[in-house]
């Protein structure tokens, strides 16, 4: 093959997936608040994930689209620890260690995910809470894994920081969507991640994210600094301060 025919093919293949990739809708996703921030009062919030669907042309597709909003964060290892019952005391037995196991996940979809993909689609992108990579270490059987697993979610979810709703994302005329995602006053703080799928006939055609911070602040930010810039000094006032409440404490029963 001649340098002309190589270049010619190489620039063809080039125009080739140009034009598939402008062909391809896109997601233009945005969160009502970029930053929440926990103080004293913090009861929980509800964030809102909004935006629009750029099709070429601006022509609407023959084939509905659904969309998939996911709010997760922050990524870190966990231990998880089952107790039993031993001559009438609950003692600790089996562990496991999570390595990737995110401290919130929220799911909400215009449709139940799995009417939108097949099982190994919804695993590849993690998307509802039986999908979630949590990555364990060390060999573990895979029922002793899910009962783990399966406990962790129903924890979670009774605290509020593991939520699904396959009816929460509202579509309208094909091309506005948006969702509410219920955030908990318990939710810990970091970076978190919300992200958007756009899925048609099984496939995800396209994929946008962005990031949330979820911080301290006012009196509860300055405690959290203290501690984590000054743990002995931060140790020493918390006992001080103990000390002197029971002090007051027993000064006012005494009184009375």
């Given amino acids: ?47 809102l994930l909004f935006g ?45 260690r999570l390595r990737t196991s995110p401290g919130f996940y929220a799911i909400g979809s215009s449709r139940p995910i799995d009417k939108l993909v097949d099982e190994r689609t919804a695993a590849i992108f993690e998307l509802g809470l039986d999908n979630l990579s949590m990555s364990p270490t060390g060999f573990s059987e895979a029922r002793t894994l899910e009962r783990f697993e399966n406990g962790l979610i129903d924890l979670y979810g009774r605290m509020g920081l593991f939520y699904e709703n396959p009816a929460a994302v509202e579509i309208t005329e094909g091309v506005l969507y948006r969702a509410r995602i219920p955030v908990p006053a318990r939710v810990p703080v970091g970076t978190y991640r919300a992200e958007t799928y756009l899925i048609s006939r099984g496939r995800v055609l396209a994929v946008a994210s962005r990031d949330v911070q979820i911080r301290k602040a006012g009196f509860e930010r300055f405690v959290a600094l203290a501690a984590q810039r000054h743990g002995f000094l931060y140790g020493l006032s918390a006992v001080a301060l103990s000390l002197l409440l029971g002090y007051a404490a027993s000064a006012i029963f005494r009184r009375r």
Wanted: net charge positive; proline share 7%.
């Fill in 1 to 47: 093959m001649s340098a002309c025919r190589a270049l010619t093919l190489v620039l063809a293949l080039l125009m080739a997936a140009r034009t598939a990739h402008a062909a391809d809708p896109r997601l233009v996703p945005d969160v009502s608040s970029r930053a929440i921030d926990i103080q004293y009062s913090f009861t929980g919030e509800e964030l």
């Fill in 52 to 96: 629009a669907i750029l099709y070429p042309g601006q022509r609407l597709p023959d084939q509905r689209a659904d969309i998939v909003v996911v709010l997760k964060g922050p990524v870190r290892p966990i231990i998880l620890r089952e107790k039993r019952r031993v001559a009438g005391i609950w003692v600790n037995a089996n562990s496991i």
